[in-house]
């Protein structure tokens, strides 16, 4: 299951987007093989311009938002958050954010890990000194809030997804057994014309074995044996033809219903 194959990625978004304003906290949103799903909210300079601006940087920050959960320290040194997003206990993706510290940083660890990147160390430092300064606590309950919200929208659109696909399924359904019950009740009727002409050609055999006398006594019992199955035959297909009628009353109630439950 793709999160995008059944979610309005705009909504998704404009959700990211809108914590990420009242928060000052990045965001995004990736599928459960680390590809991104939505655009970064609020990323700081430090992290896109620079540490994932490097091919080495962009493989740890990859490799970070793949394998990390809940609040963690990032290999660059700031904190993150990361949530997973949950659809029937499958999951489907995750919401990752933070990009903050929790104090003043070390400044001269932080050029060294400029260095490791290849990295000049006094831009990075620079871009560090931008970088939003937030306690533990409102770090932990602003990425728990996100995932809460991300959480109940995704299970909602997913919802909604699937009431839609299986209404299509019963539409399909539905014209396919109306379809089926034109061509027994068309067919029974075809029979029961075939009952009809049996039953004449059996009055008919009877009239002409009466006609020849003794020489076609034989004849009379086979002409009275057509007879007795014509009439079994029809008696049959009466039964038949009901039985559709019946169904196609059902069906026609049902799609009256549904299309009224569909357009409320």
């Known amino acids: ?10 909504k998704l978004q404009s959700i990211q987007d809108q914590f990420s304003d009242a928060t000052g906290l990045a965001v995004i949103i990736v599928d459960t093989e680390g590809n991104y799903v939505t655009r970064g909210s609020n990323f700081t300079d430090f ?3 620079y ?3 490097t091919e080495e940087g962009m493989r740890r920050c990859k ?3 793949y394998e990390s959960t809940g609040t963690y320290l990032c290999h660059a ?3 993150d958050f990361s949530a997973d997003i949950l ?8 919401v990752i954010g933070g990009q903050v510290l929790t104090k003043e940083p070390d400044e001269e660890k932080f050029r060294q890990i400029a260095e490791s990147l290849g ?3 006094e831009d990075y430092i620079r871009a560090l000194r931008k970088v939003p300064v937030r306690t533990d606590k409102a770090i932990r309950a602003a990425g728990g809030l996100l995932a809460d919200v991300i959480n109940q929208s995704v299970n909602l659109e997913y919802m909604r997804y699937r009431n839609d696909r299986r209404l299509n399924t019963f539409d399909t359904e539905l014209e396919n057994a109306t379809k089926t019950v034109d061509v027994i009740y068309q067919k029974t009727r075809e029979l029961d014309g075939i009952a009809t002409k049996q039953n004449i050609l059996s009055l008919n055999a009877s009239i002409e074995s009466a006609r020849a006398g003794v020489a076609g006594a034989g004849f009379a019992v086979v002409a009275k044996q057509m007879g007795d199955l014509a009439s079994q035959s029809a008696g049959i297909y009466k039964e038949i033809s009901e039985s559709a009628q019946q169904i196609k009353r059902s069906v026609e109630v049902l799609n009256g219903k549904y299309e009224i439950e569909k357009n409320k």
């Open 1 to 10: 299951m793709k999160i995008k194959d059944f979610m309005d990625l705009g």
């Open 47 to 49: 992290c896109m311009k």
């Open 51 to 53: 540490t994932r601006g």
């Open 63 to 65: 490799q970070c938002d």
């Open 77 to 79: 040194g700031l904190v």
């Open 87 to 94: 659809v029937e206990g499958e999951k489907v993706g995750a």
């Open 119 to 121: 990295i000049n160390p």
